[in-house]
């Protein structure tokens, strides 16, 4: 057994059946260590209570800066930090790496998969599910071969890869019609993530890379950014998402809305009834529940969030919350939306909640978002926020926006790291990620090669 899970339980295999109790403090498990999870877990640190965080990577991943890994910007240890140094910094908790895979309620047992170790059955007292999203492909998941997302390390990684490859093989070919094809970029999906990997790639093949390729001229590159919906930015107030179309189209971006992709292949995608050959097409549109939710058995909305109370409870389970971007809870008349501020409110709700009720306190306030505003890059020098009523664009936008995301990073070394690398880029529009990945070369093959 993982010695994390054997000092966090008493717990029990596959065949041991239920867990017998005994321990001599209330446990709380969260699963998950995004921003709600840590964001609970650091709200539990002075409750007398046993708190085990549980995530199926070892790290945390400041999502907001993966388009920059993507685009060579910033390397993936720039923007994530291991989950397990909150063991160093809280004594009541402890870190477990395993994929949980079932929970059942009426006994308070979660089951957990450790790599290399096998099923593990853990009690809880208090479960906090914070497993927030994943990429939908709504329905059509052989787009997923073609298109990749993005929401991990190694998806930022692929994607960085296949557009500096895509760049080589067009630096390669003498077929002007591939060479087209693989100098044309589709992004589906004109949200956040789209507008700033869209941008930020604009730069990079403009700027970054001006003069390192003899036989093209990466400048040449089309981007199209595509969307079913009638605007960028949906989400955004109509003039920002306007400002924002215009800033793209100066960037040299195509944008097309209002157009439906119906299929993505190896040659690229159509939309719209238009084919449009593309070697790198990327999906940053959908997104929908990690399925753990589903399997607390309450209700769920379409993207397969769980429906929580105004305390973040499922219906009938009040030491059961889902938090983050699992949650799916109405403020008034708005969702709240799936952002990092509100996953990290949400998640330091529960665990307050959690403390409150432990020492005694049984009066429990619904919980509240506050709503800091949202914001947006595009490329360098100009980004957008919206807040409440106000609504700002443009260069001191853009600085905000840059405080705002260091000051957010997890740790030190990761701001110190990011800091570092914004401030080269700027002065020189360079990117220091520009790596393609070496495939793993198999043990004999260079001798098998040689012969
Ligand atoms: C590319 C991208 C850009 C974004 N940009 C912004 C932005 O600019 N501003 C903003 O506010 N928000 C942004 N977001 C949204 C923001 O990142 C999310 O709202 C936030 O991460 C939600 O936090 P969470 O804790 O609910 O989930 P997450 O941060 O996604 O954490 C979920 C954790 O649960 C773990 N997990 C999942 N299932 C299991 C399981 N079965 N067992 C064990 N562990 C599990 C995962 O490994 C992960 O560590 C962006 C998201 C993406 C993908």
Request: glycine share 10%.
């Given at each position: ?232 930015l949906?989400t955004f107030d109509e003039a920002l998402s ?89 403020q008034g008349d708005r969702p709240v939306p799936?952002v990092?501020q509100a996953?990290?409110q ?22 509240h978002y506050f709503d800091k505003g949202n914001m947006a ?6 980004a957008i926020l919206e807040r409440g009523s106000l609504r700002t664009s443009?260069?001191?936008t853009?600085?905000a926006w840059?405080?705002v ?47």
């Amino acid at each position: 057994m993982n010695a994390s899970i054997a000092q966090a339980s008493e717990d029990t295999g596959p065949q041991s059946g239920v867990a017998v109790s005994h321990r001599t403090r209330p446990r709380v498990v969260i699963v998950g260590g995004g921003f709600a999870g840590i964001a609970a877990a650091r709200a539990l640190r002075r409750t007398d209570a046993d708190v085990v965080v549980i995530d199926r990577r070892n790290h945390h991943i400041f999502q907001p800066l993966l388009y920059q890994v993507a685009t060579a910007v910033l390397s993936p240890a720039d923007i994530a930090a291991p989950i397990r140094q909150l063991e160093a910094s809280q004594r009541n908790l402890s870190v477990v790496l395993a994929e949980v895979a079932g929970v059942n309620l009426g006994d308070r047992t979660i089951e957990a998969s450790v790599p290399g170790v096998g099923v593990r059955t853990l009690g809880f007292d208090f479960l906090i599910v914070a497993t927030g999203m994943r990429p939908s492909y709504f329905g059509s998941d052989q787009f997923a071969r073609h298109a990749p997302a993005l929401k991990t390390l190694g998806d930022a990684e692929t994607i960085c890869a296949r557009i500096l490859g895509a760049l080589e093989c067009a630096a390669t070919t003498d077929d002007e019609i591939e060479r087209s094809r693989q100098m044309t970029f589709v992004l589906v999906g004109a949200g956040p993530s789209g507008v700033e990997l869209a941008a930020s790639l604009a730069h990079m093949v403009k700027e970054t890379l001006r003069g390192n390729f003899r036989r093209i001229n990466p400048s040449e590159c089309s981007i199209v950014l595509l969307d079913a919906s009638s605007r960028v930015l949906p989400t955004f107030d109509e003039a920002l998402s306007e400002k924002v179309t215009r800033r793209l189209t100066s960037l040299g971006i195509k944008v097309m809305t209002g157009v439906k992709v119906e299929n993505i292949d190896e040659k690229g995608v159509i939309a719209g009834g238009t084919p449009i050959p593309s070697a790198t097409v990327l999906w940053t549109a959908g997104v929908a529940a990690s399925p753990l939710p589903k399997m607390l058995g309450g209700k769920t909305d379409r993207a397969g969030r769980a429906l929580v109370d105004p305390f973040l409870n499922i219906v009938g389970a009040p030491d059961v919350f889902v938090v983050g971007d699992a949650a799916s809870i109405m403020q008034g008349d708005r969702p709240v939306p799936g952002v990092a501020q509100a996953a990290i409110q949400q998640g330091r709700y529960a665990g307050q909640l959690i403390a409150d009720q432990l020492k005694g306190r049984q009066v429990r306030r619904p919980f509240h978002y506050f709503d800091k505003g949202n914001m947006a890059v595009v490329g360098k020098n100009y980004a957008i926020l919206e807040r409440g009523s106000l609504r700002t664009s443009g260069f001191l936008t853009w600085l905000a926006w840059a405080f705002v995301h260091i000051l957010a990073l997890p740790q030190l070394q990761n701001r110190l790291r990011v800091w570092g690398q914004w401030l080269w880029s700027y002065v020189t529009d360079q990117r220091s990620s520009r790596l393609i990945p070496e495939p793993p070369r198999l043990p004999g093959a260079e001798a098998k090669g040689a012969s």
